[in-house]
């Protein structure tokens, strides 16, 4: 039984993830309006296309939210699923296919349950296929306990482009569902619009798109801009609707949208020569909000990444957890661990990058060592070859708990639930 050690390692963190700070309860028994920002990477926030903002009401969000810069997407071949994967569970998806779909009948001890056990109720809104990613099986596992799914709303031909109903009247038509369930509750808005391959009618394009090589690139921003207006339209309509005042609204994309292949559009977006090993891990970050009415917004700079999200939530929730299994750390909390792994090894620490054989520096992105050329392992930079190392095995560590847990289904033989405490 690999648990014992599996549990010594985790115990640490979750040593980590309960120390108190003044953020503790600060959310206590507000709902949680969870947003999943399709295809959202941090690149587009604080930034102009053809002169004009692309995220013109996330950027101005800043200012009175709780806003991590350097947030990681952790995701692999399972995409959104992949994220909600790890935001519910704190454990990592899988190297290779969804783990919605291979271990989706699993045992898990994920937020919804939870916060169940907490009184909240929890419901999930996303106008597709309820089978697609095999979310009407997995949401049914992990204890939510409604799906609104593509039969909730009424999608016409006017209000759909690319992959279905157009996130506007998404958000629109979301809003009575969300007025009608009980209090607290946890809720997650999947939006659509902004997804490969970024399709948009004329009506809806506040933006012009940019002059590449890449068609994907250039439709990429005015899609982004619609999500956007989107949001906006939905604050306001939870602020009418008497929603906002008693809710924390969490975003956070899901994943990135613009892949390898559109490099080169990339680079010359971005005035840069080309596109390196440093440059792809950095364009791996998306956004991650967290607003809570009321209170006053900050800007935090550490590295963080969607398997910090269970725990994090769950402390300004005022919910200990100290008998979870999961690999993320409360945001908050001071003295937390000092790299974030990617799913493929990559990985990023407070001062270094780690990618594909090749350590930078994260500030400089200068390239330090790298395992496969032995010229610069010989050079005067021998000394620093091995920063990187020692992370690499506590990386791989650290991932191969994670898969051991859910390829054995070890949750399975760990309650963790009974150690679940409130703040009283
Ligand atoms: C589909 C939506 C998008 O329901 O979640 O899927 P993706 O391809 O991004 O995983
Ligand atoms: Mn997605």
Known sequence: NEMPEIKTYVNEINEVNNQDTELFGVAKDKNVIFISLESVQSFVINRTVNGEEVTPFMNDLIENSYYFKNFYHQTEQGKTSDSEFLVDNSLYPLPRGAVFFTHGQNEYNALPEILKNQGYYSAVFHANNKSFWNRDVMYD???????????????????????????????????????????????????????????????????????????????????????????????????????????IIVM??????????????????????????????????????????????????????????????????????????????NLFAEERKDFIALRDGSFITDDYIYSKDQCFDRDTGKLLATTSNNELTNNEEEQEENVCQPYKSIVQKELSYSDQIIYGDLLRFYDSKVQVHTEE
């Open 141 to 247: 596992n992990v204890g939510y306990d409604h799906f609104y799914d593509e039969n909730a709303y009424q999608i016409t031909q006017e209000n759909t482009i690319g992959w279905g109903l157009k996130d506007k009247p998404f958000f629109e038509q979301s809003i009575k569902y969300l007025q009608s369930l009980p209090e607290p509750y946890y809720s997650k808005f999947i939006t659509l619009t902004n997804h490969y391959p970024f399709d948009l009618g004329e009506e809806d394009a506040s933006i012009e798109p940019y002059h590449s090589n890449s068609k994907t690139l250039n439709q990429y921003f005015p899609t982004v801009r619609y999500t956007d207006e989107a949001l906006e339209e939905f604050f306001d309509q939870l602020k009418q609707s008497g929603q906002y005042e008693d809710s």
């Open 252 to 329: 956070m994309g899901d994943h990135y949208g613009i892949s390898d292949f559109h490099n080169k559009a990339m680079s010359m977006y971005l005035d840069k020569d080309e596109i390196t090993p440093y440059d792809h891990v950095q364009l791996q970050r998306v956004p991650f909000f967290i607003h809570i009415p009321g209170e006053e917004g900050k800007v935090f700079e550490k590295i963080a990444g969607q398997i910090d999200v269970k725990p994090t939530l769950l402390h300004l929730l005022g919910i200990e957890n100290k008998g979870d299994i999961g690999f993320g750390n």
